[in-house]
Protein backbone atom coordinates (compact mmCIF):
# COMPACT_ATOMS: atom_id res chain seq x y z
CA UNK A 1 0.00 0.00 0.00
CA UNK A 2 1.14 2.93 -0.93
CA UNK A 3 -0.16 7.09 0.05
CA UNK A 4 -0.61 9.01 -3.08
CA UNK A 5 -1.75 12.22 -3.83
CA UNK A 6 -5.48 11.69 -5.71
CA UNK A 7 -5.61 12.38 -9.84
CA UNK A 8 -8.39 11.72 -12.58
CA UNK A 9 -6.54 8.40 -12.68
CA UNK A 10 -7.64 7.30 -9.36
CA UNK A 11 -11.33 8.48 -9.56
CA UNK A 12 -13.01 5.56 -11.06
CA UNK A 13 -11.93 3.16 -8.01
CA UNK A 14 -12.79 6.09 -5.57
CA UNK A 15 -15.51 6.52 -7.23
CA UNK A 16 -16.88 2.89 -7.26
CA UNK A 17 -15.84 2.92 -3.28
CA UNK A 18 -18.55 5.55 -2.77
CA UNK A 19 -20.80 3.98 -4.34
CA UNK A 20 -20.47 0.72 -2.53
CA UNK A 21 -20.99 2.43 0.91
CA UNK A 22 -17.96 3.37 1.95
CA UNK A 23 -17.90 6.86 3.69
CA UNK A 24 -14.62 9.06 3.50
CA UNK A 25 -16.04 10.66 6.68
CA UNK A 26 -16.54 8.34 9.84
CA UNK A 27 -19.01 11.05 11.63
CA UNK A 28 -21.43 11.84 8.19
CA UNK A 29 -21.27 8.49 6.43
CA UNK A 30 -23.92 8.22 3.74
CA UNK A 31 -24.45 12.01 3.18
CA UNK A 32 -20.87 12.88 2.84
CA UNK A 33 -20.04 9.76 0.16
CA UNK A 34 -23.13 11.60 -1.65
CA UNK A 35 -21.86 14.90 -1.41
CA UNK A 36 -18.86 14.22 -2.72
CA UNK A 37 -20.73 11.41 -5.86
CA UNK A 38 -22.54 14.87 -6.58
CA UNK A 39 -19.08 16.99 -6.86
CA UNK A 40 -16.94 14.50 -8.55
CA UNK A 41 -20.06 14.17 -11.55
CA UNK A 42 -20.11 17.71 -11.21
CA UNK A 43 -16.72 18.27 -11.77
CA UNK A 44 -13.89 15.63 -11.01
CA UNK A 45 -11.10 18.27 -11.95
CA UNK A 46 -12.44 20.43 -9.09
CA UNK A 47 -13.10 17.74 -7.14
CA UNK A 48 -9.51 16.47 -7.12
CA UNK A 49 -7.89 19.98 -6.76
CA UNK A 50 -9.86 20.50 -3.52
CA UNK A 51 -8.40 17.66 -2.16
CA UNK A 52 -5.10 19.75 -1.79
CA UNK A 53 -6.31 22.81 -0.07
CA UNK A 54 -3.49 24.27 1.72
CA UNK A 55 -4.90 27.75 2.24
CA UNK A 56 -8.66 26.50 3.63
CA UNK A 57 -10.65 27.80 0.62
CA UNK A 58 -13.64 26.76 -0.38
CA UNK A 59 -17.22 25.77 0.89
CA UNK A 60 -18.12 25.64 4.06
CA UNK A 61 -17.61 22.35 6.05
CA UNK A 62 -21.14 20.10 6.63
CA UNK A 63 -21.58 19.11 10.34
CA UNK A 64 -23.20 16.02 11.06
CA UNK A 65 -26.16 17.95 12.51
CA UNK A 66 -26.83 19.79 9.37
CA UNK A 67 -24.85 23.05 10.41
CA UNK A 68 -21.64 24.70 8.59
CA UNK A 69 -18.48 25.85 9.56
CA UNK A 70 -15.22 27.60 7.85
CA UNK A 71 -13.03 24.95 6.01
CA UNK A 72 -9.58 24.45 7.30
CA UNK A 73 -6.84 24.40 5.13
CA UNK A 74 -6.30 20.62 4.55
CA UNK A 75 -4.57 17.54 2.72
CA UNK A 76 -6.26 14.36 1.64
CA UNK A 77 -4.39 11.68 0.69
CA UNK A 78 -5.76 8.07 -0.90
CA UNK A 79 -4.61 5.13 0.36
CA UNK A 80 -3.78 2.51 -2.78
CA UNK A 81 -2.59 -0.89 -3.44
CA UNK A 82 -3.66 -0.82 -7.20
CA UNK A 83 -7.01 0.06 -6.24
CA UNK A 84 -8.34 2.63 -3.50
CA UNK A 85 -8.18 1.41 -0.25
CA UNK A 86 -8.85 4.01 2.17
CA UNK A 87 -8.62 7.87 2.74
CA UNK A 88 -6.07 9.86 4.86
CA UNK A 89 -6.29 13.77 5.71
CA UNK A 90 -4.60 16.35 7.65
CA UNK A 91 -6.01 19.68 8.98
CA UNK A 92 -4.48 22.18 9.97
CA UNK A 93 -4.54 26.37 11.20
CA UNK A 94 -1.49 28.35 10.16
CA UNK A 95 0.86 29.49 12.55
CA UNK A 96 -0.89 27.14 15.87
CA UNK A 97 -1.34 23.79 16.44
CA UNK A 98 -4.76 24.67 17.94
CA UNK A 99 -8.11 23.65 16.45
CA UNK A 100 -11.17 25.35 16.41
CA UNK A 101 -13.97 23.26 18.53
CA UNK A 102 -15.88 21.73 16.02
CA UNK A 103 -12.40 19.90 14.27
CA UNK A 104 -11.82 17.29 16.47
CA UNK A 105 -8.62 16.02 14.98
CA UNK A 106 -5.67 17.11 12.88
CA UNK A 107 -5.74 13.50 11.16
CA UNK A 108 -8.64 11.34 10.55
CA UNK A 109 -8.84 8.42 8.32
CA UNK A 110 -10.97 5.61 7.22
CA UNK A 111 -10.06 2.14 4.77
CA UNK A 112 -12.55 0.44 2.75
CA UNK A 113 -14.45 -2.24 4.94
CA UNK A 114 -12.83 -4.77 2.16
CA UNK A 115 -9.48 -3.73 3.15
CA UNK A 116 -9.17 -3.37 6.43
CA UNK A 117 -7.23 -5.46 8.99
CA UNK A 118 -4.14 -5.56 6.64
CA UNK A 119 -2.10 -2.25 8.16
CA UNK A 120 -3.07 -0.07 5.99
CA UNK A 121 -4.61 2.76 8.65
CA UNK A 122 -1.48 2.43 10.47
CA UNK A 123 0.45 3.35 7.36
CA UNK A 124 -1.02 5.80 6.13
CA UNK A 125 -0.95 7.49 9.76
CA UNK A 126 2.56 7.52 9.87
CA UNK A 127 3.08 8.94 6.46
CA UNK A 128 0.63 11.63 6.95
CA UNK A 129 2.77 12.03 10.47
CA UNK A 130 5.50 12.57 7.45
CA UNK A 131 3.53 15.32 5.91
CA UNK A 132 2.83 17.20 9.38
CA UNK A 133 6.49 17.09 10.14
CA UNK A 134 7.22 19.19 6.74
CA UNK A 135 5.03 21.77 8.36
CA UNK A 136 6.55 22.32 11.19
CA UNK A 137 4.26 20.82 13.57
CA UNK A 138 5.39 19.44 17.12
CA UNK A 139 2.54 17.41 17.81
CA UNK A 140 -0.54 16.03 16.28
CA UNK A 141 -4.27 15.11 17.42
CA UNK A 142 -6.21 12.37 16.80
CA UNK A 143 -9.47 11.11 17.92
CA UNK A 144 -11.28 8.07 18.43
CA UNK A 145 -14.52 6.87 19.73
CA UNK A 146 -13.98 4.63 22.94
CA UNK A 147 -15.88 1.74 21.37
CA UNK A 148 -13.38 2.18 18.36
CA UNK A 149 -10.78 -0.40 19.37
CA UNK A 150 -9.12 -0.57 16.35
CA UNK A 151 -8.37 3.07 15.60
CA UNK A 152 -6.98 3.33 19.13
CA UNK A 153 -4.67 0.58 18.17
CA UNK A 154 -3.62 2.14 14.87
CA UNK A 155 -3.05 5.60 17.07
CA UNK A 156 -0.97 3.65 19.39
CA UNK A 157 1.32 1.60 17.31
CA UNK A 158 2.12 5.05 15.11
CA UNK A 159 3.35 6.52 19.10
CA UNK A 160 -0.18 8.22 20.24
CA UNK A 161 -0.76 8.29 23.79
CA UNK A 162 -3.89 9.55 25.28
CA UNK A 163 -3.97 12.86 25.72
CA UNK A 164 -7.83 13.61 27.65
CA UNK A 165 -11.34 12.09 27.68
CA UNK A 166 -13.78 14.82 26.58
CA UNK A 167 -17.58 15.17 25.50
CA UNK A 168 -17.83 15.85 21.44
CA UNK A 169 -19.61 19.09 20.70
CA UNK A 170 -22.99 19.40 20.10
CA UNK A 171 -22.71 19.33 16.33
CA UNK A 172 -21.24 15.58 17.10
CA UNK A 173 -23.90 14.36 19.44
CA UNK A 174 -21.90 14.99 22.51
CA UNK A 175 -21.11 12.18 22.95
CA UNK A 176 -17.71 10.78 24.92
CA UNK A 177 -14.87 10.81 22.83
CA UNK A 178 -11.06 10.00 23.26
CA UNK A 179 -8.50 12.31 21.84
CA UNK A 180 -4.84 11.90 21.28
CA UNK A 181 -2.07 13.38 20.90
CA UNK A 182 1.18 12.33 18.89
CA UNK A 183 4.85 14.31 19.41
CA UNK A 184 6.41 14.43 16.22
CA UNK A 185 9.76 16.04 17.05
Same mark, same amino acid.
Given at each position: ???????E?? #? &??????? *? /???? %? !? !??? @??????????????? =?? /??????? !????????? =?? %??????????? #?R????? @????G?? +?????????? #???????????????? *?????? /?? /? =? $? $???????? $???? %???E?? =?D?? !????? *?????? +? +?? $?????? *?? %?????? &?? #??F?????
Amino acid at each position: MQLVRPTEDH #L &PSYLAAL *K /AGWS %P !N !NER @GLAASLEEIALIEAD =AG /AFVRSLD !NREGQGLPV =AM %PDGSTVPRLPG #LRLWMWD @GEFAGSI +GFRWQHGTTE #LPPYCLGHIGYSVVPW *KQRRGY /AT /A =A $L $LGMLDEAR $LMGM %PYVELT =ADPD !NIASQ *KVILAA +G +GT $LHERFI *KP %PQFGSK &PC #LRFRIALR
